[in-house]
């Protein structure tokens, strides 16, 4: 999701490949097709028009000119060492996306908000989409990842500034993995998702 976009927490330093989203850069990435290229570049690594065009179940017209407007915008670029003659691959700039909510939020800009709309919702999409896909294939999954696996939920009563911190520590958590992964050549190893979702809920 690869790591995917997400509120950037308030004083946690961001990795020097991960992408903080400004306006600019959050409307060129807000757009359906844009955010499911980008992402499945991170998960799956180089690709051309074409095969994405076969992954996502596109034409490769339509991947072809995203894949550029992704790349004006940074979030893409060329792989020079596949490429051959007039064959283009493509890889993901950076690792992840982080939005820099605090900033967008005070931008009065329509387009803004109607972008930040874009993003958030489709993430959402994707990751109901990806929960339903291993609800859907989970038993035939070694016993081991059958156990090691979690959906659950928690409600805990707070003020903004304890959520706040509360979510930060999670991201902290998350990260300090990173010192930990291993290589796809690891035997039984897989890429391992982790969605978090936080919000404040009415009590009526």
């Known amino acids: 999701m690869a790591e995917n976009e997400k509120p950037t927490p308030g004083d946690v330093p961001m990795p020097d490949d991960v ?50 407007q992704l790349a004006a915008h940074g979030f893409v670029k060329d792989d020079p060492e596949r490429g051959k003659g007039r064959e283009r691959w493509w890889k993901s700039a950076q690792r992840g996306t982080r939005v820099n909510s605090e900033e967008l939020l005070r931008d009065a800009d329509p387009s803004v908000h109607g972008a930040m709309n874009t993003l958030l919702y489709e993430h959402a999409t994707s990751h109901g989409q990806e929960l339903s896909t291993w609800l859907g294939t989970w038993r035939d999954w070694p016993e081991e990842w059958r156990r090691a696996w979690d959906i659950s939920d928690f409600a805990i009563r707070l003020t903004p500034e304890l959520a706040a911190e509360l979510r930060d520590k999670l991201h902290e958590v998350i990260e300090s993995y990173r010192e930990n992964e291993v290589g796809q050549d690891v035997e039984n190893s897989a890429r391992f998702r982790v969605h978090l979702h936080a919000f404040p809920r009415d009590d009526d």
């Open 19 to 68: 992408r903080v989203l400004d306006a600019r850069s959050l409307r060129g990435l807000a757009h359906p097709l844009r955010m499911r290229l980008l992402e499945a570049l991170r998960a799956y690594g180089p690709a051309t028009a074409s095969q994405l065009a076969d992954r996502l179940g596109e034409s490769s017209g339509a991947t072809s000119y995203h894949l550029r």
